[in-house]
């Protein structure tokens, strides 16, 4: 589930948060990065997304319920489709609609999971009492300002 995590927040720096183009406005981009150098960063630092935040046994209990929900709902990665790409890759002639195909199949499954995970995410956040709210928002400025130097050096 930690994966999941860091490819969710990966994706969302890439797509929006802090790529586009240098604005006038100091905007950070991802120009010279690549995706997985932002996500081995953002794995190194063990990123969860309610760390400093204190949790009442009862939040716990039903944020617990959530997750096994949610395992229980999200489809799992389907190894077949994976396999498939390896041997597109590996092939002695390269297949560039077929690889393509199949990674837009891939990454339509890989949706379906991140929309899930975010509406559990949304749904354990809106546990949070404001107080606690307010210090994971304080801790997600923290970790984004984090990403942002590191991208800067």
């Known amino acids: 589930m930690h994966k999941l995590n860091v490819l969710v927040i990966a994706a969302a ?17 991802t120009e010279g990065w690549h995706h ?7 794995s190194d630092t063990h990123y969860s997304m309610f760390d400093g935040v204190r949790l009442t046994e009862q939040q716990r209990q ?4 959530l997750m096994s929900q949610a395992r229980l709902g999200t489809p799992h990665i389907n190894v077949s489709e994976m396999e ?16 393509r195909a199949q990674m837009e199949l891939i990454a339509q499954q890989d949706l379906v999971r991140q929309v899930q995970m975010a509406k559990i995410r949304n749904q354990m956040y ?3 009492t404001p107080e606690q709210r307010q210090i994971l928002d304080e801790k997600h ?6 990403i942002k130097l590191r991208m800067s050096n």
């Open 36 to 42: 997985d150098d932002i996500a081995n960063d953002l």
């Open 13 to 29: 720096l890439a797509s929006g948060a802090v790529s586009g183009t240098a604005a006038a406005g100091g905007q950070t981009t």
């Open 141 to 146: 400025e923290q970790r984004v300002a984090e």
């Open 62 to 65: 039903q944020m617990r319920d």
């Open 84 to 99: 498939r790409l390896h041997t597109l890759i590996t092939a002695e002639k390269f297949d560039e609609p077929a690889v």
């Open 126 to 128: 809106n546990l949070l």
